[in-house]
């Protein structure tokens, strides 16, 4: 299965970076050098790559850089930003990344994988979504391979972000970290959402004459997503329902699932499938949107920020709370209807789409619970890991 297929990446990455944890005891350190990563050292996306481009706009008195293991990637960014993008697959690139006082990852994997990276150094992970579910060693069913990966990181980092103290137990519970490891701040991606989309024209630019509906479930590690779980869904009737309203409906699955879309969706005409190929990461284009669909996924929270309309879908609720677990109420923490049948479903479109006041008091409330902090979010993090690793 695919988490297995990531535990196997996660484990390698770990065996690689093990040698030079050891030589990492015996290396300097350089105060004013930040190294940045995000997914498997192989992605520049999520809450490391905003925090990275501010650095080096704002804060040209860093030597910033950014791993980036895929080659052709890495070469590509090199000259469309500068020389600011490093592999780990030779020597001297490593004993660079090893010398750098601060690394910043969006994910459980370090710049370098191993133990102990945050002896004599400052380790930041600024996540890439508010962990509505059970993560880490307080997942559920959790296997013997995946606890010990877990308890052999932990000394890794130095703090968790979290956007809200709702969320702050369960960033300690997925390292079994002290409470003061865990700290309040935005997520550096989400200005896109409070600055009119600070990246959204240079990525995708969306049809201003029409309303524009995103749906992005969430992926499940026990099943395959059900896209629009109603018994009495007809596609035909969805397309004219689109066309007659002016809308597109634009399908984002988790980028590791796109190829498992049922074929029915083929054949609606105002719907667009949003894949990674299309746009890389997400958080460029989402202000765009007029409307939000989901089930479980995080991505509601970012959303919120727009306070913008949103329609949720847990059709396996009882589920997915057995097998995934919740982290906060979600009932309560999700500002939206709940339609069980696809008449209801188009009803709650319009209603959303035609009525600002629908729902808006339960947004602004969920907002202000679960995202802290909501202007100036890269900045704030920039100022927070200075202020902490000047401590």
Do not use: C, H, Q
């Given at each position: 299965m695919n988490k297995n297929r990531y535990l196997k990446l996660r484990r390698a990455l770990f065996i690689k970076g093990a040698l030079f944890s050891l030589l990492g005891f015996f290396v300097g350190r350089s105060k004013q050098r930040i190294i940045f990563n995000s997914e498997f050292n192989t992605e520049f996306n999520h809450n490391s790559k905003y925090l990275f481009l501010y650095f080096l706009k704002h804060h040209p008195e860093y030597d910033v850089r950014f791993v980036i293991n895929d080659i052709e990637q890495k070469n590509k960014l090199n000259q469309e930003i500068g020389p600011y993008f490093i592999d780990t697959y030779c020597f001297k690139n490593r004993l660079f990344i090893l010398k750098a006082k601060v690394w910043v990852t969006s994910s459980l994997e370090t710049p370098l994988g191993g133990f102990w990276q945050s002896y004599n150094r400052f380790v930041f992970h600024l996540g890439h979504g508010a962990p509505l579910k059970r993560i880490g060693r307080a997942e559920k069913y959790l296997n013997w391979k995946k606890a010990l990966y877990y308890r052999l990181i932990k000394q890794n980092f130095n703090y968790f972000f979290s956007t809200s103290a709702a969320f702050s137990e369960t960033w300690r519970a997925c390292l079994n970290l002290k409470k003061e490891q865990v700290v309040i701040a935005g997520q550096a991606r989400n200005d896109a959402l409070t600055?009119?989309?600070?990246?959204?024209?240079?990525?995708?630019?969306?049809?201003?004459s029409r309303k524009h509906i995103l749906y992005a479930p969430t992926w499940r590690p026990f099943d395959d997503t059900i896209i629009f779980p109603f018994f009495d869904f007809d596609a035909k009737e969805l397309d004219l329902f689109l066309d007659k309203y002016n809308i597109t409906l634009h399908v984002r699955v988790h980028p590791n699932f796109e190829s498992d879309l049922p074929t029915k969706l083929k054949n609606i005409s105002h719907l667009n499938i949003l894949s990674r190929g299309k746009v890389t990461d997400i958080n460029d284009i989402l202000v765009q949107f007029d409307l939000l669909i989901t089930d479980y996924s995080s991505i509601y929270v970012d959303y919120l920020l727009t306070q913008k309309?949103?329609?949720?879908?847990?059709?396996?609720?009882?589920?997915?709370?057995?097998?995934?677990?919740?982290?906060?109420?979600?009932?309560e923490a999700t500002p939206g209807p709940k339609p069980k049948t696809y008449k209801e479903f188009i009803i709650e479109i319009d209603r959303l789409l035609s009525d600002d006041s629908y729902y808006a008091q339960e947004r602004e409330e969920a907002n202000n619970w679960l995202n802290v902090v909501q202007q100036n979010q890269t900045q704030n993090n920039a100022q927070l890991i200075k202020r902490l690793i000047a401590q």
């Open positions: 600055d009119e989309g600070v990246n959204s024209n240079t990525v995708l630019r969306l049809d201003k309309p949103m329609l949720f879908l847990p059709y396996d609720y009882d589920e997915y709370k057995a097998k995934i677990g919740f982290t906060i109420p979600y009932n």
